[in-house]
Every structure is written in structure tokens, then in C-alpha cells.
């Protein structure tokens, strides 16, 4: 696969508290030779703090605007449901596709997360090699057959 140059400018925010899952994640894009760059945060609160530019963030250029959001729902502090509900209640941020990955397989969370505007939800894969097909399949389809809005823009 080649490098798609303007694949290196669409980055994804990976919010994810778990080390273990993050660094399957970045294994299965380097596997995978997909080549946008990473974000993470590690809790639903740096994440917003992320998504808004403040705090640590606040700096210009310190949080581009990610082309898409992986997000997990079982998060220390603010979890992932209200960060998703927050971001698609934000004028500003509610076109940001999100993602939600996680282990929950829970009817109740799969409803609320699309109700509050999840663009997908996937549950984790168990192994690697299911890693390696769910990331390829997410990113072939945000990233080469839909068309997203300008990640730069904002």
C-alpha cells in the first residue's frame, strides 16, 4: 500500500484509557500501514479538554482538529456516552464522525450511543488478528469510500 499523502493530515483521536488496547490499536494501523496520525487521550475529560482547545490544549496548534474519533465508553471520570453526547450537542463539533469502540455488547449502550449521534459502534475484538480486521475495515471505509468534512478547518 502506498503512503497517501493526504491521509497524513487526517488525524484520529483515539480516546482510550486502557494501554494494552491502544497500543493493539496503533499496531494494527502500523500493520496495516495506515498512516494517520494518532491522538490519544486517556480519559472522557482530556479528551474535551482536547476537542475545545483548553488546558494543556490551549496552546495554537497544540489539538488539530481530528478527522475522526475512536472512542471507548468505559472511561475514568467523564465517560465516553457523555463525551460523545457532548460532542454531538456542540455546534462545532458535532460533525466530527465518532466511532464508538469498546467492550460493551450492552443493547442499552449500543441504542443510547447512536440516540446521542454515534456514526458507528464496534465492539472490541478479542484478538489480534480481529484488531487488525476491524481497524482496516473502519479505516477503508472513513477514510477511502465516504467523504468526510475538512479536518483543518476550525
Known amino acids: ?10 488525524y484520529i ?21 495506515l498512516n494517520n496520525p494518532v491522538i490519544r487521550c486517556e480519559d472522557g475529560d482530556e479528551a474535551l479538554d482536547y476537542l475545545y482547545r483548553r488546558n494543556q490544549f490551549a496552546a495554537l496548534g497544540a489539538a488539530p482538529r481530528p478527522a475522526l474519533v475512536l472512542l471507548d465508553l468505559n472511561l475514568p471520570g467523564t465517560d465516553g ?10 455546534e462545532y463539533l458535532k460533525d466530527i464522525p465518532v466511532i ?11 441504542e ?12 472490541k ?3 489480534f488478528e480481529g484488531y487488525m480486521e476491524a481497524v482496516q475495515r473502519l479505516h477503508s471505509y472513513w477514510f477511502d469510500t465516504v ?3 475538512d479536518s483543518m478547518s476550525g
Open 112 to 123: 443510547r450511543c447512536y440516540k446521542y449521534g454515534a456514526n458507528s459502534y464496534v465492539a
Open 147 to 149: 467523504m468526510l468534512p
Open 125 to 127: 475484538p478479542v484478538s
Open 13 to 33: 483521536l483515539l480516546v482510550e484509557d486502557s494501554d494494552v488496547d491502544y497500543e493493539t490499536v496503533l499496531r494494527a494501523f502500523r500493520k496495516g500501514n
Open 81 to 90: 456516552r457523555e463525551v460523545l453526547e457532548e460532542m454531538k450537542s456542540d
Open 1 to 10: 500500500m502506498t503512503i497517501n499523502q493526504a491521509e497524513l493530515g487526517r
Open 100 to 110: 464508538v469502540m469498546t467492550t460493551s455488547s450492552d443493547q442499552r449502550d449500543v
